[in-house]
């Protein structure tokens, strides 16, 4: 059964007063774990959600629909960093643009250094770094653009900083891309 939209609207309404509340969009994954798990049996969202479908849709839902919904609308006009700079940076040489595939906010980039070698980079977040490296490993494999050889460096830009509890963190998840030959920056 569909849900009325004035139901919809206040619970998303309730949602994202609760979120604002809880800083949905700075909380680490366990935290909004336990935040969307608070909302799924809250009777007021997603008691009220179960009316209109099953209990085990309502967390999918809440997190899927609401959610995504809310984190999109507060990211709307957030300015993209600066990823060429942040490349040159954090590689050492000069880069420019050749290519960027994709969505804005997380393109894939491909950049070409002063010196002629290449870099694939796709953007990602902290808490899902591990998505940026299949997605940048996919397109190696699915386009062979550059003839992907010893010259090209493959990278993810990493954006959450803000997430990483601490250094010892930051440097596990730097060593589990080295480890697949991939290059992680944290902006």
């Known amino acids: 059964m569909p849900i ?3 139901v919809r609207d206040e619970i998303v309404n309730a949602v994202t007063i609760r979120a604002d509340n809880h800083d949905y969009m700075h909380r680490d994954r366990n935290e ?6 608070a909302l799924t049996t809250d009777p007021d969202i997603g008691g009220r959600l ?26 709307y006009g957030a300015k993209s960093p600066d990823y060429i700079m942040a490349l040159s940076i ?3 040489s000069n880069f420019s643009l050749v290519d960027s595939i994709g969505s804005k906010r997380t393109p894939l980039i491909i950049a070409r250094s002063d010196s002629g070698s290449h870099v694939i980079a796709k953007v990602g977040t902290v808490l899902k770094w591990e998505t940026a490296v299949r997605h ?41 891309a080295l480890i697949l030959g991939i290059k992680a920056i944290i902006i």
């Open 4 to 6: 009325p939209s004035a």
């Open 136 to 176: 940048c490993a996919e397109f190696v494999v699915r386009t062979n653009r550059l003839n992907y050889s010893t010259d090209v460096q493959l990278v993810v830009l990493l954006q959450g900083a803000n997430v990483i509890k601490n250094a010892a963190e930051q440097a596990s998840l730097v060593e589990a």
């Open 32 to 37: 909004n774990r336990i935040f969307i798990q």
């Open 50 to 75: 179960a009316d209109f479908m099953g209990r085990d849709r309502v967390r999918t839902y809440i997190k899927d629909s609401i959610l995504n919904a809310y984190a999109k609308k507060k990211n």
């Open 90 to 92: 954090s590689l050492g």
